[in-house]
């Protein structure tokens, strides 16, 4: 049972209280029309203490080690004095709870800590993998007083693009191995990277994990900088014995002075919002569209049209779309 009056939610996420938080996401993540209506009015009371924390996005393949590696990272944080909220999408579905669901218990020392929060959120479906209320979860996070929130990607298609776009800091967890894994990766998310950390830089696996980061030092020269003020850098580190996890902060740490003195971090969040509002209008359309009764009746007859020939696709669109015209305009 949700509670409906919105300063519960207001005043519990700014005490800090974690179990008001966990509900507060649950709230945002709700599809349930009062449910978004109440979150608005929460969102809108929390708005004013958002926007001090660093984003951060990670995304790395299957079996790259990101669990381990953002426990270390993770402990390192917390034990410099830093709040952590960490928000892991699970590409599973709600009932399930497979997956990324997991990473909270093989994160125990992280998720016992009292300074960091773990949220894995399902996907619901959202293309990519990333879940649509992630934002929303993120603001909160802030406004509980998180100073680090942490996104994990599940490494998959459409997802680094929506983490990248979300956050101030984008790395790409990779692994050693030869110069075959580098076609593995997508131009795309090789050009969205602040940094590239080559992981299990141990034992045997260590020269190979130099050699690699040198492959992809080489390769980063071609792409244009994501911003100005900076050039990805590539960095090894063992998640495992925590070793070259400081250099990681580090690099990311100046990445974030570096954007906030020169202004471009605050353009950055800037176009990030605009970017966020326009896609929840589209996404608004939408929903809107198909809800239609006009379009409930008369879509099954225009995709029989289109299958059988009859009529071209334009047609087909333009026809639907001008019985909401005539709607919206009569």
Same mark, same amino acid.
């Given at each position: 049972?949700?509670?409906?009056?919105?300063?519960?939610?207001?005043?519990?996420?700014?005490?800090?209280?974690?179990?008001?938080?966990?509900?507060?996401?649950?709230?945002?993540?709700?599809?349930?029309?009062?449910?978004?209506?109440?979150? =608005?009015?929460?969102?809108?009371? %929390?708005?004013?203490?958002?926007?001090?924390?660093?984003?951060?996005?990670?995304?790395? @393949?299957?079996?790259?080690?990101?669990s381990t590696f953002i426990e270390?990272?993770?402990?390192?944080?917390?034990?410099?004095?830093?709040?952590?909220?960490?928000? =892991?999408?699970?590409?599973?579905?709600?009932?399930?709870?497979?997956?990324?669901?997991?990473?909270?218990?093989?994160?125990? /020392?992280?998720a016992a800590h009292a300074v960091?929060?773990?949220?894995?959120?399902?996907?619901?479906?959202?293309?990519?993998?990333?879940?649509?209320?992630?934002?929303?979860?993120?603001?909160?996070?802030?406004?509980?007083?998180?100073?680090?929130?942490?996104?994990?990607?599940?490494?998959?298609?459409?997802?680094?693009?929506?983490?990248?776009?979300?956050?101030?800091?984008?790395?790409?967890?990779?692994?050693?191995?030869?110069?075959?894994?580098?076609? &593995?990766?997508?131009? &795309?998310? %090789?050009?969205?990277?602040?940094?590239?950390?080559?992981? /299990?830089?141990?034992?045997?696996?260590?020269?190979?994990?130099?050699?690699?980061?040198?492959?992809?030092?080489?390769?980063?020269?071609?792409?244009?900088?994501?911003?100005?003020?900076?050039?990805?850098?590539?960095?090894?580190?063992?998640?495992?014995?925590?070793?070259?996890?400081?250099?990681?902060?580090?690099?990311?740490?100046?990445?974030?002075?570096?954007?906030?003195?020169?202004?471009?971090?605050?353009?950055?969040?800037?176009?990030?919002?605009?970017?966020?509002?326009?896609?929840?209008?589209?996404?608004?359309? /939408?929903?809107?569209?198909?809800?239609?009764?006009?379009?409930?009746?008369?879509?099954?007859?225009?995709?029989?049209? @289109?299958? /059988?020939?009859?009529?071209?696709?334009?047609?087909? @669109?333009?026809?639907?779309?001008?019985?909401?015209?005539?709607?919206?305009?009569?």
């Amino acid at each position: 049972m949700m509670e409906a009056d919105p300063r519960y939610y207001v005043d519990g996420v700014r005490a800090g209280n974690r179990k008001i938080l966990a509900k507060t996401i649950t709230l945002i993540e709700s599809s349930r029309p009062e449910h978004q209506a109440l979150t =608005a009015r929460v969102l809108d009371d %929390l708005l004013p203490f958002t926007g001090n924390a660093l984003r951060l996005g990670i995304t790395g @393949v299957p079996g790259v080690g990101k669990s381990t590696f953002i426990e270390s990272l993770g402990m390192y944080l917390v034990e410099k004095g830093h709040r952590l909220a960490i928000l =892991a999408v699970d590409p599973s579905s709600a009932s399930s709870h497979g997956s990324i669901m997991g990473d909270k218990t093989r994160m125990e /020392k992280l998720a016992a800590h009292a300074v960091a929060f773990i949220r894995p959120s399902p996907s619901g479906g959202t293309l990519g993998g990333v879940s649509r209320k992630t934002r929303e979860s993120m603001l909160a996070c802030e406004a509980a007083g998180y100073d680090v929130i942490l996104v994990e990607t599940v490494g998959v298609g459409q997802s680094e693009v929506s983490v990248a776009s979300m956050v101030d800091f984008f790395l790409l967890l990779t692994l050693a191995g030869a110069g075959d894994e580098l076609q &593995g990766i997508k131009r &795309g998310i %090789l050009e969205l990277a602040d940094a590239i950390v080559v992981n /299990k830089a141990d034992g045997d696996n260590l020269g190979k994990a130099v050699q690699t980061s040198k492959m992809y030092a080489d390769v980063m020269h071609l792409f244009p900088r994501t911003t100005p003020d900076w050039a990805p850098v590539v960095l090894t580190c063992s998640a495992l014995e925590t070793t070259g996890i400081s250099e990681v902060w580090e690099t990311v740490w100046t990445h974030h002075e570096r954007l906030v003195s020169s202004g471009a971090l605050d353009a950055k969040r800037k176009k990030q919002a605009l970017d966020w509002m326009w896609a929840l209008i589209e996404e608004g359309l /939408k929903d809107w569209f198909y809800q239609r009764p006009e379009v409930k009746k008369l879509l099954p007859e225009m995709i029989r049209t @289109v299958e /059988k020939g009859i009529t071209t696709p334009p047609a087909a @669109v333009k026809t639907l779309l001008q019985l909401n015209k005539n709607e919206l305009f009569s």
